[in-house]
């Protein structure tokens, strides 16, 4: 079975920075696509980055220049790394992969931005 676990959020003030974790019960290349989402309160779950199997990445307008996805030497744990938060950055961060045309979820990581 297909499992994904995030860690690594929290709260963190504007301006700072977090990363979070997925480790995948697959390696990472068993996957088409890896990335995540995030949903904040009252919002849509929005794409915020992904990386393909190739390490192709893509990212959200609203967090490039800021975030950067990435895949650890463990192969099977995708990065995301936050910086310059900002209280809009506030949500639910939830890993996902694609496999198969099939698609995982984690559970999701609070990440709150506040001072």
């Known amino acids: 079975q297909v499992q994904l676990a995030e860690s690594g959020g929290g709260l963190v003030q504007p301006g700072g920075s977090l990363r979070l974790s997925c480790a995948a019960s697959?390696?990472?290349?068993?996957?088409?696509?890896m990335g995540w989402y995030r949903q904040a309160p009252g919002k849509q779950r929005e794409l915020v980055a992904t990386?393909?199997?190739?390490?192709?990445?893509n990212y959200s307008d609203s967090v490039k220049g800021r975030f950067t996805i990435s895949r650890g030497n463990a192969k099977n744990t995708v990065y995301l790394q936050m910086s310059s938060l900002k209280p809009e950055d506030t949500a639910v961060y939830s890993c996902?992969?694609?496999?198969?045309?099939?698609?995982?979820w984690g559970q999701g990581t609070q990440v709150t931005v506040s001072s």
């Open positions: 996902y992969g694609s496999r198969n045309s099939i698609a995982y």
């Open positions: 697959l390696s990472f290349f068993n996957f088409n696509l």
């Open positions: 990386i393909s199997s190739g390490g192709t990445t």
